[in-house]
């Protein structure tokens, strides 16, 4: 099958590439990089031209609140008529568990206007919901540090591998359109401010995290509820610990 990956050249992106071509298929890595952007439409109809199935899993540049809405809706409206002037049959985006259950977060906001324009076009489609990286543990932390403190809501969260979520959307990508929703999230839930204190550990940091059941997250305020899937999520192989283990051996820590 040829398939282009909107943002092929990103974390996500670059794995899902390779794991398709693994398998054999026609993976293409669209991007500003590669001459392909969905902004100003450069190179979109060449790409897709021929292509069964286009997989977005670009991100914005910017995430200011009325920036990264612009991105995420331009984006997708542009890809979606794109689509289907080249009749393409499958449309796959990566979003994230729980969008609509933090309405105070601006990147959310886009990523469910994101959807709703993508559930309102004629294309099948797909959209996977997964949790937040283990990548991005690392940002969360900094985004909650005030002097030499973290501070962090103790509701749970449930993180995942970038390499499961590229396995997960690469079985999704070479399977019929589900014209819904599905989830996938990593194999263990815990506290926030637990998996801060395992990171701080894991990346021999100093810093103090604190429990704090009022600290916002990226502005909004968490429950058990908000960032965990729900029933029958696909779960990831990967464990924290043994991620945490790779990088630092990685980074030579
Ligand atoms: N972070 C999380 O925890 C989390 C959780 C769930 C879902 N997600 C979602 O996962 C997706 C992928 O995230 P990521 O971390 O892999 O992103 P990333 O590493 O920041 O990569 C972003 C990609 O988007 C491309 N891009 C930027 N502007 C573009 C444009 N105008 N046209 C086409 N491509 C463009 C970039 O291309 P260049 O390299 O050429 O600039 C790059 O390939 C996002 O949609 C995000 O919402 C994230």
Do not use: C
């Not at 990548?135 to 995942?160: H, K, M, N, Y």
């Amino acid at each position: 099958m040829k398939i282009v990956v909107i943002g092929g050249t990103g974390l996500i992106g670059t794995k899902l590439v390779g794991y398709l071509r693994e398998r054999g298929h026609d993976a293409i890595a669209a991007s500003p990089n590669t001459g392909v952007n969905t902004i100003t439409r450069e190179g979109l109809a060449q790409a897709l031209a021929g292509a069964d199935v286009v997989v977005d899993v670009a991100n914005a540049p910017v995430w200011e609140d009325q920036a990264v809405l612009e991105f995420f809706e331009t984006s997708t409206r542009n890809l979606l008529a794109a689509e289907a002037a080249a009749d393409v049959r499958h449309h796959v985006a990566l979003s994230i568990v729980g969008s609509e259950r933090l309405p105070d977060n601006g990147y959310f906001r886009a990523k469910v206007a994101q959807e709703a324009l993508i559930k309102a076009s004629a294309i099948p489609y797909t959209i996977l919901r997964a949790t937040q990286f283990f990548e991005f543990v690392g940002g969360i932390a900094q985004s909650a540090t005030v002097g030499d403190e973290i501070r962090l809501s103790p509701a749970l969260i449930q993180p995942i591998a970038a390499q499961d979520v590229a396995l997960a959307l690469a079985d999704v990508a070479v399977s019929p359109p589900a014209n819904g929703t599905v989830e996938v999230a990593g194999p263990e839930a815990m506290p926030l401010d637990e998996l801060g204190r395992r990171f701080v550990r894991g990346t021999k940091g100093t810093l103090k995290v604190v429990p704090d059941v009022r600290a916002r997250y990226f502005g909004g305020v968490l429950s058990d509820r908000t960032l965990t899937p729900g029933a029958h999520p696909r779960i990831g192989a990967i464990r924290f610990e043994d991620w945490l283990g790779q990088s630092a051996r990685a980074a030579g820590r």
